[in-house]
């Protein structure tokens, strides 16, 4: 196979369900071990070069779009959620009409 450091791949037994570039290949025992180090999640793992995979552009881009925008739906909840909070909201000494002097 003609895997090397720096292609985007996927894991055949999950399903190609991460993206992730090849980081490193190394010999364990006699077979090729791929390092792999997740493209849009932080995440290592390991894989016999059998179960590996090289993605089309096609499947990378749709990837980082799906996780793009679980990232944008997660942080517009947030959002949500600290306007409703307290937890979140500025003390009364520094709502927006305030002027805030800062002595260095």
């Known amino acids: ?11 055949k037994s ?3 369900d991460i993206v992730f570039r090849v980081h490193d ?7 090729l071990v791929i390092i792999l180090k997740g493209l849009n999640l932080r995440i ?3 894989a016999p070069e ?6 089309p552009p096609s499947k990378v881009n749709e990837d980082s779009r799906n996780y793009d ?10 959002q949500r ?11 009364a000494q520094y709502r927006a009409n305030d002027t805030i002097l800062i002595c260095a």
Do not use: E, Q, W
């Open 1 to 11: 196979m003609d895997i090397k450091v720096g292609d985007l791949v996927g894991r």
């Open 14 to 16: 999950y399903g190609c």
């Open 25 to 31: 290949i190394v010999k364990k025992n006699d077979k």
């Open 44 to 46: 290592i793992a390991d």
């Open 50 to 55: 059998a179960d590996i995979v090289k993605l």
């Open 69 to 78: 925008d679980r990232a944008h739906r997660l942080m517009s909840k947030l």
């Open 81 to 91: 959620k600290a306007r409703h909070t307290s937890v979140f909201r500025r003390p």
